[in-house]
């Protein structure tokens, strides 16, 4: 509807001049009198005015049309935007942008100029036809071995985590996120070198949280900082009277995560600052660099906003099963 509010506040003047020169009153006109032979003015109708043939029925036709157009405009300005056969509207920060069947995106001009456009556009066409996303290679180091030695510990076992798991962090203070456990009164968290399997990191007793029934958070203090690049495994114990639990249907899982390099953090930061703090092309950069829970934090708070499109959330929906099923389909 913007094309045709912009066309009709181009028309708008010439409408207002069309309808003085039509419907007005006429125009004052100079004629010789025939009584008197005296100059004298009168009001000349305006349809007289028009010298061909067939020009008032037609500027009359052109002047209904426009009254149609406009009258279109106020019935239409309020209803809700819908789909169209080329491009799914998305709420991106403030504004509405469009996503191409091909992952083609229209925005504001200088997306043109946008770095890494090709690979966002893989990743939305990929997500849009339900095929697999491209995987960023730096993940590949975390998809293969084994970790099946970890965590056991003595008397106890490993809890089944929630992240990070598979995928790089972006800081050297990860927040780690396991469910909570009942009757456990403290957990223990271990951080490991995948190479070599040595414990680097064993925190001290971690207290439960308030709401009993969520997952545990926890993340390291400023002087605990993990080495970027380096790739880390870790798990979680829970404990009761300072003796470790065993917790059932935990089993082997895949824990590997590595810190983003420095010089990757500022290329993606350098990229997202050319997309003018697009969200959506934000969580697809960060899904490019191997973050992936932060680009499916992205993703899901672009879909929950109130202002989302119908449109947008499937769009949305997509991608988020995209992230997790590339999480899912993990090489050995």
């Not at 100029?113 to 339900?130: C, N, P, Y």
């Not at 009757?183 to 680097?200: C, D, F, P, R």
């Not at 203090?221 to 114990?237: F, K, M, P, S």
């Not at 949305?316 to 090489?331: E, H, K, N």
Request: aromatic share 8%; proline share 6%; charged share 20%.
């Amino acid at each position: 509807m913007e094309y045709v509010d912009r066309l009709v506040g181009w028309f708008t003047p010439v409408l207002s001049c069309f309808y003085r020169a039509t419907c007005g009153a006429g125009d004052w006109r100079w004629h010789v009198s025939r009584t008197d032979r005296t100059w004298k003015q009168r009001r000349v109708a305006p349809w007289r005015t028009f010298r061909a043939p067939g020009a008032a029925p037609a500027a009359v036709a052109l002047f209904g049309g426009m009254l149609m157009l406009l009258a279109f405009s106020v019935m239409k300005r309020n209803e809700p935007l819908v789909l169209s056969s080329r491009f799914f509207m998305v709420e991106d920060h403030g504004q509405l942008i469009g996503v191409g069947h091909d992952g083609t995106l229209s925005g504001p001009v200088s997306w043109a100029k946008a770095e890494q456009g090709d690979s966002v556009r893989r990743v939305l066409a990929a997500a849009l036809s339900e095929r697999p996303l491209p995987m960023s290679s730096d993940l590949q180091p975390l998809r293969s071995g084994s970790e099946t030695s970890l965590g056991h510990a003595a008397g106890g076992s490993s809890l089944a985590i929630l992240g990070p798991a598979q995928t790089l962090v972006p800081d050297a203070h990860p927040e780690f996120r396991w469910p909570a456990v009942p009757g456990a009164s403290g957990y223990v968290l271990h951080i490991n070198e995948a190479k070599g399997n040595q414990e680097v990191y064993r925190s001290g007793i971690i207290g439960t949280q308030d709401d009993a029934s969520g997952p545990i958070h926890w993340r390291l203090r400023d002087q605990e900082r993990l080495t970027a690049g380096v790739i880390y495994c870790w798990h979680a114990t829970a404990m009761a009277e300072g003796q470790p639990l065993n917790v059932p249907g935990a089993g082997d899982q895949k824990t590997k995560f590595a810190v983003i390099v420095p010089a990757e953090a500022s290329a993606l930061e350098k990229a997202k600052r050319s997309w003018n703090s697009s969200a959506l092309a934000g969580a697809i950069l960060d899904f490019n660099a191997g973050l992936l829970d932060e680009a499916e934090a992205g993703f899901r708070k672009m879909r929950d906003d109130a202002s989302q499109t119908p449109q947008g959330r499937v769009l949305l929906d997509r991608l988020i099963t995209s992230v997790q099923q590339s999480r899912r389909d993990q090489p050995e």
